[in-house]
C-alpha cells in the first residue's frame, strides 16, 4: 500500500541549512506531485512548496521563496526538501504529502510520518 | 490567497454526540474543500475532499457539506477514537491553504 517515509529528526544552529528526505512505497513515484506542509509546535498546517515527481516542475510558497528548494530522486522515488538560512521560528515538524498529478492545488492523501528539525544556538 | 476560518476553536462533547464544525472561506472556493483528522503526535489523515466525498477507509460517521465560502464537517455520533484536531484546507486557489483547526475534546 502507499505510504511515505522521512528522514529522522535534525537540531541546527540558526543560519545553517536542512534537508529531509521522503521515500514514497507503493505507487508510481512519478504519477504525482510531492507537496511539504510544516507545523510548528502548538500551531497548524502550513503549505510550504511542491515538485511534480514526473517533470521536476516547482512552485513555492511566497513566504519560502528563496529559502526553500524541492528536489526529487526518480530511481529511488525520493523527494527532498532542502530549507536554508534557518531561524529559529523554522522550528516545527515538516510533512511530505502526495498530491495529484502535477504540482497543482490539491488535497494530500497521503502523508509521512513528519520530521522535526530544531533550530537552535 | 484563501483564508480559512474554522469554528468553534474548541468543542466539548461527549461520546455518542453529534459533532458540526464549520470552515468559512474568505472567497469562493467552489467544492474543492478537504478536511483532515489529527492526532497528538500523528501526521494529518485525509477525512473528506472536494467538499462532500469520504477518503479511503473513512467511516460513515463522517459527513461533509457545503460550496462556495461555508462548508461544514459533521460526526453523526462520536466515537471515542474521534477526539482529535480537524482541519480543513481549500484547493482552488493558488496556493492551497489551511484553516486553523478545531479541536474536538472530551466533555
Known amino acids: 500500500q502507499v505510504h511515505l517515509v522521512q528522514s529522522g529528526a535534525e537540531v541546527k544552529k ?10 514514497a512505497f507503493g505507487y508510481t513515484f512519478t504519477a504525482y506531485a510531492m507537496h511539504w506542509v510544516r507545523q510548528a509546535p502548538g500551531q497548524g498546517l502550513e503549505w510550504m512548496g511542491c515538485i511534480d515527481a514526473g517533470n521536476g516542475n516547482t512552485k513555492y510558497s511566497q513566504k519560502f521563496q528563496g529559502r526553500l528548494t524541492n528536489t526529487r530522486d526518480t530511481s529511488a522515488s525520493t523527494a527532498y526538501m532542502e530549507l536554508s538560512s534557518l531561524r529559529s521560528d523554522d522550528t516545527a515538524v515538516y510533512y511530505c504529502a502526495r498530491g495529484g498529478d502535477g504540482c497543482v492545488s490539491y488535497h494530500f492523501d497521503y502523508w509521512g510520518q513528519g520530521a522535526l528539525v530544531t533550530v537552535s544556538s | ?20 464544525l464549520s470552515c468559512r472561506a474568505s472567497q469562493s472556493v467552489s467544492s474543492y474543500l478537504a478536511w483532515y483528522q489529527q492526532k497528538p503526535g500523528q501526521a494529518p489523515r485525509l477525512l473528506m475532499y472536494d467538499a462532500s466525498y469520504r477518503a479511503t477507509g473513512i467511516p460513515a ?7 462556495g465560502t ?9 466515537e471515542p477514537e474521534d477526539f482529535a484536531v480537524y482541519y480543513c484546507q ?9 484553516g486553523g483547526g478545531t479541536k474536538v475534546e472530551i466533555k
Open chain 1, 14 to 23: 540558526p543560519g545553517a541549512s536542512v534537508k529531509v528526505s521522503c521515500k
Open chain 2, 1 to 20: 490567497e484563501v483564508v480559512l476560518t474554522q469554528s468553534p476553536a474548541t468543542l466539548s462533547l461527549s461520546p455518542g454526540e453529534r459533532a458540526a
Open chain 2, 61 to 67: 460517521r463522517f459527513g461533509g457539506s457545503g460550496s
Open chain 2, 70 to 78: 461555508d462548508f461544514t464537517l459533521t460526526i453523526s455520533s462520536l
Open chain 2, 90 to 98: 481549500q484547493r482552488n486557489n493558488w496556493p492551497p491553504t489551511f
